[in-house]
């Protein structure tokens, strides 16, 4: 039977956990990301996933954030659990735009070492000039080159892992490009897996393409089986013409999980936790976020506005806008009116993330099923409680997917290209 991969994300606190029960701990503190972190690995997961924030972000003018900044930073908070794990593949989310490739490959390179070959670098973009006020050169990129940058980043980072030779020589790289020059000696060693775990985030057609080219992971998110399935095939048939594999590229979604004793009870667990995540001020905030208006007037329990969000609006900073959001409106309003929804109750059912929502026999069969029909090769676990909201997936699903024989009982290897199934770079010397 085809195996499942999974990880676990951590998702701090945000509007995706529910942050105000009384379970829920720091999103600081050590002891959260070694809980989730050890959890994981006692069921056998392939990685922990730590997302990146390089700027608070503002609405209306005020910092309204409450999301993966306020927390150490990524690389950081990995290495420390390199020391507190043995297996678990250790992923940390780094923007390309913002950081230069000799620095990236310096300190993957040096998680690489300390993990024992668990190291994975989840490419990201940004062409938000706003974040780039933090920055020296903040706002130069053009969304165009954003891709084009990371790509050539990726490439770069791996002439310098590649730099040292298998028995431990360091040889000189010199790399002309668009974006960098370099010229000089890579100070790390060549890291136990040759190279890093790359993962890619997004599902533009840019990050499609970038993924198929360069990637390991593709970390996505699709809301129904149909369409992870239609995702699924896309994808895979771009690896092709860059002389890759169908199984060169692991598809994983980001999910979420929500258990009962039976699926009557998790459905009303569910709706729970989602009208705890979308409160009143929150669903008038999401509404915001699309129209680009101020709608702080208009009441939650009622009907959706009648006016048209403003596509040049800059209410929000920090955070990419809906492409469209004049067809995200009519999507929205199409499904309030069709099922009498207020503007609350369309967030709630508009902004659902991907979930599996049953008992745990009925969540370990629907998992099976998109692997097995080629609508995923695994999934990225999102938890609604940090840092406990994975113990009840890892206690009572995954028994039942070793049982079945489609995740294992024990890893096989020891790095995260072996649980992931991954052929280890050949040295490019």
């Keep these: 039977m085809k195996q499942m991969h999974l990880a676990a994300h951590f998702p701090g606190v945000n509007s995706t956990t529910v942050w105000s029960d009384p379970r829920s701990r720091s999103q600081i503190d050590f ?50 659990l390199a020391a507190v794990t ?64 990371a790509a050539e980043s990726v490439t770069l980072a791996r002439e310098l892992w590649d730099s040292w030779t298998p028995d431990g020589t360091s040889r000189p790289v010199t790399h002309t490009g668009r974006h960098f020059d370099v010229s000089g000696e890579f100070t790390v060693p060549r890291p136990p897996q040759g190279h890093p775990v790359v993962i890619q985030a997004g599902d533009s057609d840019e990050g499609r393409e ?45 999910v979420t999980v929500v258990l009962g004793e039976t699926d009557a009870e998790a459905r009303d667990n569910a709706a729970g936790i989602r009208r705890r995540q979308v409160s009143p001020q929150n669903a008038i905030l999401a509404l915001e976020q699309v129209w680009g208006r101020d709608l702080s007037s208009y009441d939650p329990d009622g009907p959706l506005p009648a006016i048209d969000p403003d596509p040049g609006s800059s209410m929000v900073q920090g955070r990419v806008r809906v492409a469209d959001p004049q067809a995200v409106a009519a999507k929205w309003r199409a499904l309030s009116e069709a099922e009498g929804l207020s503007i609350r109750e369309t967030v709630i059912e508009a902004t659902a993330r991907q979930s599996f929502i049953g008992s745990p026999e009925t969540v370990a069969a629907e998992l099976e099923e998109f692997v097995a029909t080629e609508a995923a090769d695994g999934f990225i676990l999102v938890p609604q409680l940090t840092p406990g909201g994975l113990d009840d997936f890892v206690d009572r699903v995954v028994p039942l997917l070793q049982k079945h024989g489609t995740f294992r009982s024990e890893y096989a290897g020891s790095t995260l290209r072996s649980h992931l199934g991954l052929a280890q770079p050949v040295w490019k010397g």
């Design 86 to 149: 043995e297996r678990l593949g250790l992923a940390a989310t780094v923007n390309a735009t913002f950081n230069e490739p000799y620095e990236l490959a310096r300190r993957l390179a040096t998680l690489d070492h300390l993990s024992e070959g668990r190291a994975a670098w989840n490419v990201v973009t940004s062409s938000d000039a706003f974040t780039g006020e933090n920055f020296r050169r903040g706002g130069y990129l053009d969304r165009a080159d954003r891709y084009t940058r």
């Design 31 to 80: 002891t959260s990301f070694e809980h989730l972190a050890r959890t994981a690995e006692r069921g056998k997961f392939d990685f922990f996933f730590l997302a990146e924030g390089l700027r608070l972000r503002e609405h209306n003018g005020r910092i309204h954030d409450l999301d993966v900044v306020g927390r150490p930073e990524s690389l950081t908070v990995l290495n420390a």
């Design 210 to 254: 970038f993924a198929a080219s360069a990637a390991d992971v593709i970390f996505t998110r699709h809301g129904s089986l149909e369409a992870g399935r239609v995702f699924y095939a896309d994808v895979k048939a771009r690896l092709a013409k860059y002389g890759r594999q169908p199984e060169d590229l692991k598809i994983m979604p980001g």
